[in-house]
């Protein structure tokens, strides 16, 4: 299995991204697929996941009214539009292939990580 994350890039405080994970090489009508981030000198955190069947969501306090994950499975694609980035939200994003049906957010879940995308929001 491959993820290939893109989108990533430098904005302003209340400005949008949009980060894009293609997934290779595996079947993916089942399970989940997960967006982490890690900021400088802090662990990895869960940002989202998405369940590729049913599409069913779950987003982290930190980010919810804010970042939206979404998936495109004719594509094996899954997105997450950042809106109103603030400069805590500055970190590496990875997205995460997990086979299981729990509620998939922690980093332990997930077995196929992309090699991650930096978003930078300056002030």
């Known amino acids: 299995v491959q993820l290939v994350e893109s989108g990533g890039g430098s904005v302003q405080t209340g400005g949008s991204l949009r980060l894009a994970c293609v997934a290779s090489g595996g079947t993916f009508s089942s399970g989940a697929m997960g967006w982490f981030r890690q900021a400088l000198g802090k662990e990895r955190e869960f940002v989202a996941r998405i369940r590729w069947s049913t599409g069913t969501t779950y987003t982290a306090d930190s980010v919810k009214g804010r970042f939206f994950i979404s998936r495109d499975n004719a594509k094996n694609s899954v997105y997450l539009q950042m809106n109103s980035l603030k400069p805590e939200d500055t970190a590496v994003y990875y997205c995460?292939?997990?086979?299981?049906?729990?509620?998939?957010?922690?980093?332990?879940?997930?077995?196929?990580w992309g090699q991650g995308t930096r978003v930078t929001v300056s002030s």
């Open positions: 995460a292939r997990t086979a299981g049906v729990g509620s998939n957010t922690q980093v332990k879940d997930y077995d196929y």
